[in-house]
DNA sequence: ACCTGTGAAATCGTTCACAGCA
DNA sequence: TGCTGTGAACGATTTCACAGGT
């Protein structure tokens, strides 16, 4: 508990406890403990324990947790108590689908802008946003106090829109493109990227006979087949 | 070296390190250290010849790799080099998304069905995909051999489908929707969630002035202000 | 009796540093 | 000389197991 620094582990989830969370108490539940929410969710109780206490004492020794209370400590800790404004940038059908997600509408998270090149479709409106030319990013930006940036463009297009936000002072961004966008240490990228989440399925649906019986020596020809 | 279990994390960083060599390929060059890949992409070099190591020796000593060499071993590794059937289950605005998404054209991944329980949508096409309906699920994903299921239907309803998944037998699920899926040994999950990427980031944007300056007792009441 | 909070142990992952090959 | 492959050191994370409240 000291001052130490909080890994990013631990923070992903509480961003599950969090969900779990709401979904005891939409079912009336008040009360819980850590085991019980571990066996429910397939948590480990241990951990749950470990990682609320980085931040607190929200739970009752012989008790258990307050649902409600610790989901708004846990909302509190995140930063999930004010208000965040996002833009997406790409308006084709992912940044559109994403302009009203269901997922967004209750959230702390709220689209006020949504920007593309093709003049085609800059004036449009999608889901009560106004598409507006990347060319005015930075102004609209600072207009609209933008706090997190969407990347939903092609992948060739990502780096270029990466050093807008970069420049605009943007610190936060969550990246659909496949494409590795390096930022530095006063900036988070959180990538949500297709690709790698089948690439990862792909190996797991690669039933590897042995894990570790591997071809053995490199260099360009074989030597000999001997 | 030895048969040991290769860690997910690994894993994920080949499907990086695959990426980074593929915009090498296209840019013509040949040949690779180490050093030089870890510092263009912002990557540990020691950690990719010991992730690379796990599965042979694919280097040269005092040369480097060959990159479509390289590529072509991780392509092999993660399962790449055969084709997967996927079947997405949604077809609303991400799921329609998808079904055209510019990453899956290029890659080992196909789209051969997408299903919707919505009588307006059914029989509709997008992209090409004719949208069937869900109560087909089974017979379909049969048919069409599907491989990976993807989820793209709003929270509520992706408990139910993913039973479907499961009872259909299909082992590998990309996950949309904001919810935890309890997966058993047999089968893999990879959730791509929009809000747990947001509410990371609102971590980060969440200046602590000390990460260790917590509340202290829980207790309903407290017991005096003393 | 029950359940939290937490040191200590165990496990897992990363980085160092260098032997050995080209 | 240059760079890989790899034990060994280090660091981070998870799990155990129990003291201490209620």
Redesign the interface.
Known sequence: ??????S?LT??R???Y???LKELASEGLTSVSSDSLADR??LNSAQIRKDLA???????RGVGY?IA?LRDHIIR????DRS?NLAIIGA???G???V?????LR???HVKALFDVDPKKIGKKVGGITITDLKNFQSVVKKANI??AVIAV??NAAPDVFEKIKKAGI????NFA???L?ADDEM?V?S???????????????ERP???????????ARKSAQ
């Open positions: 508990m000291k001052s130490e620094k909080i990013q923070t992903n509480l961003s599950i969090l969900r779990c969710f397939h980085y931040f607190g004492e929200f739970g009752v307050d209370l800790i995140l930063g999930l965040y084709g059908r992912l559109s689908a994403l009203d997600y269901e997922g967004l959230s702390s998270f706090d997190v092609p992948a610190r936060a961004v969550l496949p494409v590795r390096n988070r959180r949500l990227d297709v690709n790698s989440g089948l690439e990862s399925l792909s190996y797991f649906l690669t042995q894990p570790g019986d591997k071809p053995k020596p490199a260099g360009k």
